[in-house]
């Protein structure tokens, strides 16, 4: 008896503290937060745009043992690149060495999107959220690595993004195309916030669709 309640209470120990691993990080000055597993790796690098010019481009990332949780911030402002063109060209790399399996519309608040769910040749799973706004690229990709077991915490990641400006890429009324126009738009409007209900250490982040955290986004 006393060893089962003294596993009774490790177990109790060590729920709380794997949950509170979790941790929203916040960052003014390109207006948003997202919360990661670990305290970030921050790099200063460049991104190729669609137009084929580099563009100076900020890196989040924490790389653990099953998964890699990365945000990427490319500044676009000025280069006069349509937002379909931006978004489109941000799919066609991230899906080179994989298969889409999800491609939809997505939302933060007022900013508009998408999401992607894509299986890498190798076996990886990436959950994927890509957003225009304000002259900036926000690519925020968790993934999931091979004989790896961390899909629900890809999606976590992927769903903790919010934008703390309160403003839109959208004009009153305007929906995101979306990769195919008339498909129903899945937006999760009051839905719940974070990749897990009542997560702690979630964004608060409403994106689409509400996928469930508990299932593997791809088949």
Known sequence: MRLIAFV???FALSGPAAAQSWKEYSYPGEAFTVSFPAPPEIEATTYQAADGRSVPARVYSVAQDNGVFKMTIADLSGSGLEETGVIDHAIQKLSKD???KVDIPARVRRVFGRQLSILGADGSRSSVALFYYRGRLYQIEGKSLPHGNATADAIRFQQSLMFTDDGSNRASGERSP???QG????????GRSGAAAGAPGSGGSETAPALDAGKPPCP
Request: proline content about 6%.
């Open 178 to 180: 979306g990769p195919g």
């Open 8 to 10: 009774l209470a490790l």
């Open 183 to 190: 498909r129903e738009q899945r937006d999760r409007a009051g």
């Open 98 to 100: 994989g298969e889409i």
